[in-house]
């Protein structure tokens, strides 16, 4: 028996006058909070003291009494206390050497988001209603949540091109692990391709991305041109916005597809890690999916093959995927970018991205064997514990599958 998996449902919704102006509010005290800690800790750790999530919870009541930040009181608490879980989140993963150093949040690049725990909302008959707030949200429900799903937790946001957005964090026991398969599948992030497989198909970017993306260069060419601190400007920067929004939309949602089917159709996939902590950028290497694109993909693919009771290896990025002989396993010395097709003195030709492909499925099987540098399934039986497993909720976000 298997616990229902946790997805979270995402949807637009419009607020009144009100519920705008409560939710900016709520916003930039979220921002402040999260800042004020990160503050507090930084100076903290000069002094050689770590301070930990229930210190600045002790500290958050602190502020909310003194007279320069009076105004938290006005909002709901929740999203605050949540603001310091996700910043003590934000150290472990950087303790953990997966990202960066924590940054302070600004009003200008930062998503505005807040998050609600239980005890931050209200959920009757299919009606969100949200603390300090009187109505329930309108929501416009372009798709159905499952029959007696619940929220557990919901991110309310509102995006640079102005549109809101609510997530609801439930567990979903419609979803179930699918009949097993024994289909086994290579995935390389291309230089010139999206993705390659190890099958031999190759999945380009979707067709729409380039005459969005020149829509955008034309968007940003007349925002320049607008007078600083002008209406206009304004205007042309919302545009830019929008537009920004939508290739991001499209995007997720090709992702989307692409890690269900793939996961869907294997047992097993087995895809390049990206250490993001020690990575040693290498500026010609710019790939057709953009880092951040890559690690979202990584892990929906996770994420789904944990509903799906599917297995996702990861091998080293460093892994010398393109020089290797996928059929003899000579090392080549080098192998330039711009060489699509090579062939080996074994006598094999091979297109550079299906043989990458084909050398990350063998390497990841072969781990899985020997049971040698593999990151363990998230989900092992209960009892076992895994070294890299990591400590986060899963969270998938489901979007017009
Ligand atoms: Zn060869």
């Known amino acids: 028996m298997t616990t229902p998996v946790k997805r979270a449902f995402k949807y637009r919704f419009r607020p009144t006058a009100a519920q705008a102006a409560?939710?900016?509010?709520?916003?930039?005290?979220?921002?402040?909070?999260?800042?004020?800690?990160?503050?507090?800790?930084?100076?903290?750790w000069q002094r050689g003291e770590r301070v930990n999530y229930n210190a600045t919870s002790a500290m958050l009541t602190e502020w909310k009494r003194s007279d320069a930040f009076d105004y938290l009181n006005e909002v709901s608490c929740v999203p605050l206390q949540q603001s310091l879980r996700h910043l003590q989140t934000a150290f472990t993963s950087f303790w953990d050497k997966r990202t960066s150093y924590p940054r302070f949040k600004s009003r200008k690049k930062s998503r505005a988001s807040a998050e609600y725990t239980k005890s931050g909302f209200r959920w009757r008959d299919g009606k969100l209603t949200l603390a300090k707030m009187a109505a329930p949200l309108d929501i416009v429900w372009s798709r159905p949540l499952p029959d007696g799903v619940e929220p557990s937790?919901?991110?309310?946001?509102?995006?640079?091109?102005?549109?809101?957005?609510?997530?609801?964090?439930?567990?979903?026991p419609t979803v179930e692990p699918l009949p097993k398969r024994k289909t086994t599948i290579g995935i390389d992030a291309g230089v010139t391709h999206l993705l390659t497989l190890s099958t031999g198909e190759k999945i380009t970017n979707p067709r729409h991305e380039l005459r969005d993306r020149e829509r955008l260069a034309k968007a940003q060419r007349a925002l320049a041109r607008k007078q600083k601190g002008s209406a206009n400007r304004a205007k042309a920067r919302v545009k830019v916005a929008r537009i920004h929004a939508r290739i991001a939309d499209r995007r997720h949602d090709h992702l989307h597809k692409l890690s269900t089917r793939l996961v869907r159709e294997n047992q097993t996939l087995v895809i390049e890690d990206l250490a993001v902590g020690n990575m040693v950028r290498n500026r010609k290497l710019s790939r057709a999916i953009s880092d951040a694109a890559w690690s979202h993909f990584r892990s929906m693919l996770e994420y789904k093959a944990d509903w799906y009771g599917r297995k996702v290896i990861r091998v080293d990025r460093w892994f010398p995927s393109s020089k290797l002989c996928s059929t003899c396993g000579a090392l080549q010395d080098t192998m330039p970018l711009n060489m699509r097709e090579w062939t080996c003195a074994c006598g094999a030709t091979h297109d550079r991205d299906i043989n990458a492909a084909n050398n990350i499925l063998a390497a990841g099987l072969a781990a899985s064997v020997c049971g040698d540098d593999v990151r363990p399934q998230r989900n092992p039986p209960s009892g076992q514990s895994s070294v890299k497993q990591k400590t986060q909720p899963v969270r998938g976000e489901v979007l017009a599958l």
């Open 153 to 172: 937790t919901v991110t309310v946001s509102r995006d640079s091109a102005g549109r809101w957005f609510v997530s609801l964090l439930c567990k979903d």
């Open 22 to 44: 409560e939710l900016e509010r709520t916003f930039g005290c979220v921002r402040k909070v999260y800042n004020l800690a990160l503050d507090a800790r930084a100076t903290a």
